[in-house]
C-alpha cells in the first residue's frame, strides 16, 4: 500500500508521520525548489512535478496524477490548501482507480464550494448572513451595483478556497470595484477558480468551527468546535478547543447539531469542518472546510484522536473511531514568516538557527529546520506549537512558555507578537473577537543599556569558551551564542 501526499510543508510531513506508523509507504510530491524540503525527506520516494510556481507543480493534477502511475500509488491525500477541495481533482483521481483521502466529490461539490454550501445550510433551516453573488457575465457596473445593494460594510469571499485568499473588506463605495478585481484574480491564482460572492460584515465577531468526520454512509461524529478568532488579513494565528464563554456553552449542542446535520445530509466521508460566526448572541453558518485543517491538532490533543489516522482508515474501508470525551484545554500558534513590525508583511528568506520548545504537553508541527529556505512561492506557515493542559490558564501559561523558547533566526515571523495576544487582557479575558489583534500592544522593547549588562554577566565567572585561549575565561561574546 503506498500513499502519496500531493502537498508540501508542515502537513505533509504530519501525513506521512501517521502513515509510517501504519505501515503505508509514502511518496512525496515536490516543485524543484523544495527538493530538500523537510518533507520530501519524510517520504520513502519523492518525485519532482514542475517549477516553483504552485500552477506549476502542486497544482498541477495530471503531474501529481503521472507521479502516482509512476510509483505504484494507491491512495492519495490532499492535505489542505492546493487541490484539496478541488472536486475535479478528487474525481480523477478516483478515475484513475486510486483512493480519494478525503471527501467524495459529490460532497465536496454540495458542501465545499461556498455558494453550494451557503443554499445547502438555508435548505436545512440553518441560519446564514445576508450575501450576493455579482454574475460575472454582467458588465462590471452592474456587478458593482449588486455588492452595493447588500450593504456595506461588507466582505468579497473566493468561492473555491479558505485561508484568506481571494478574500476583500470593503468599507466604502469607492473600494467596491477595485476589491471585486483584486479578489478575483486572487482566487484565480490560489485555486484556480475566481468565483466570489459577498455576505454583510459582523461587527467584532468571533469564529468558532465544529470538527466531524464522516464514514461516508450517513454516520457523523462531532469532535467539539475550536475558536479561531485571532486572525490577521482574514487568515487565523491562535485557535484554540474548547470555545469559551457562558453564552457560548449554551449555544453548544445548536452548532454541534449544526454541523452533524449538514454532514449527514451529503453522506459526508473523512473529516470536515463547519464554520461559524458568533457575535455573542446570535450565530450564522459561515462555510464548509471540506478536508484536514490547519488546526486540527488542537482537537485531537483535547479528544485524544489522530484525525489523520482517521481519515486514512476510513479512505481503507473501516468506520469511525470510537467515542472520545474531551480532556483538558489545548492552544495552537501558528508560526509564520512574516513580520508583525511591518503590516505582516512576508518574510521570505534562509532560516539561520531554529530551535523549537519540548516538555510535557508541548507538540511542534513543523515544516522547516536550520538552513531552509523560506521561499515567496507558497503559504508562509513554518511551523505549528501546540499545548495541552487541565485548563484554559494553564494552557496559556505553557504556551507562553514554548513561545519564549522559540527561536528562529534568519527572518522575521509571528512568535513574539503571539506572545504578546497570550498575554494581553482581551484573550486571557475571553472577550476577543477577529478584528481584536491589531489593538493589543506589543511588549515594550528592552533597554539596551539593560540587554548589555545581562549579557555581560550571562555567564558564571571561570566557565572555559570555545573562542577562548588556554586558561582564559570566555566573555559573554563568545558564550552568547544565539544572537539574533
Not at 500513499?3 to 508521520?17: D, F, M, P, Q
Not at 479512505?315 to 505582516?344: Q, S
Not at 519540548?358 to 531552509?372: E, F, I, K, N, Q
Request: proline share 7%; net charge negative; aromatic share 4%.
Amino acid at each position: 500500500m503506498t500513499l502519496l501526499i500531493a502537498n508540501r510543508g508542515e502537513i505533509a510531513v504530519r501525513i506521512a508521520r501517521t502513515a509510517r506508523e501504519m505501515g503505508i509507504r509514502t511518496v512525496a510530491v515536490h516543485s524543484d525548489v523544495d527538493s530538500t524540503a523537510m518533507h520530501v525527506l519524510a517520504c520513502d520516494e519523492a518525485v519532482c512535478i514542475g517549477g516553483p510556481a504552485p500552477a506549476q507543480s502542486y497544482l498541477d493534477g495530471a503531474a501529481i496524477l503521472a507521479a502516482a502511475r509512476a510509483t505504484g500509488t494507491t491512495m492519495i491525500h490532499p492535505g489542505y490548501g492546493f487541490l484539496s477541495e478541488n472536486a475535479d481533482f478528487a474525481e480523477a483521481v478516483e478515475t484513475a482507480g486510486l483512493t480519494w483521502v478525503g471527501p467524495t466529490p459529490e460532497s465536496m461539490r454540495a458542501l465545499g464550494g461556498k455558494l453550494p454550501a451557503r443554499a445547502h445550510a438555508v435548505a436545512l433551516g440553518i441560519p446564514v448572513l445576508p450575501g450576493a453573488t455579482p454574475d460575472p457575465a454582467g458588465d462590471l457596473d452592474s456587478q458593482v451595483a449588486t455588492l452595493h445593494a447588500l450593504g456595506l460594510p461588507l466582505l468579497i469571499k473566493a468561492s473555491a478556497g479558505g485561508g484568506g485568499r481571494g478574500m476583500r473588506r470593503v468599507n466604502a463605495p469607492g473600494e467596491l470595484e477595485s476589491s471585486l478585481l483584486s479578489a478575483r484574480a486572487e482566487a484565480l491564482g490560489a485555486f484556480g477558480d475566481s468565483t466570489v460572492y459577498a455576505e454583510r460584515l459582523v461587527a467584532k465577531p468571533r469564529h468558532i468551527e465544529v470538527q466531524v468526520l464522516g464514514d461516508g454512509l450517513g454516520g457523523v461524529r462531532v469532535y467539539g468546535e475550536r475558536d479561531c478568532s485571532i486572525q490577521r488579513r482574514h487568515q487565523k494565528l491562535i485557535e484554540e478547543s474548547p470555545a469559551i464563554g457562558d453564552a457560548l456553552a449554551g449555544l453548544r449542542p445548536t452548532l454541534h447539531e449544526y454541523a452533524r446535520s449538514l454532514a449527514a445530509s451529503v453522506r459526508y466521508r473523512s473529516a470536515g469542518t463547519v464554520e461559524f460566526l458568533w457575535d455573542g448572541q446570535q450565530v450564522w453558518f459561515l462555510e464548509v472546510n471540506a478536508r484536514l485543517q490547519v488546526e486540527h491538532p488542537v482537537t485531537e490533543l483535547v479528544f485524544s484522536v489522530d484525525l489523520v489516522r482517521a481519515q486514512l482508515e476510513i479512505a481503507m474501508g473501516g468506520g469511525l473511531p470510537g467515542h472520545a470525551e474531551p480532556r483538558g484545554h489545548a492552544i495552537e500558534c501558528r508560526i509564520v514568516a512574516e513580520d508583525p513590525a511591518r503590516g505582516y508583511l512576508p518574510s521570505p528568506g534562509t532560516l539561520g538557527q531554529v530551535t523549537w520548545p519540548t516538555g510535557p504537553g508541548v507538540r511542534v508541527d513543523a515544516g522547516v529546520r536550520s538552513g531552509d529556505v523560506v521561499s515567496p512561492h507558497y503559504d508562509a506557515l513554518l511551523a505549528k506549537i501546540i499545548v495541552h493542559a487541565s485548563t484554559r490558564e494553564a494552557a496559556r501559561q505553557r504556551m507562553i512558555r514554548a513561545l519564549d523558547e522559540t527561536f528562529v533566526s534568519g527572518i522575521a515571523t509571528t512568535a513574539e507578537r503571539l506572545g504578546d495576544v497570550l498575554r494581553s487582557e482581551v484573550w486571557t479575558a475571553g472577550a476577543h473577537s477577529t478584528l481584536s489583534l491589531d489593538g493589543i500592544p506589543p511588549r515594550p522593547e528592552p533597554d539596551p543599556a539593560w540587554v548589555l549588562a545581562a549579557m555581560a554577566f550571562a555567564e558564571p565567572a571561570g566557565r572555559q569558551g570555545t573562542g577562548a585561549g588556554a586558561g582564559e575565561v570566555a566573555g559573554p561574546w563568545q558564550t552568547i551564542g544565539r544572537w539574533p
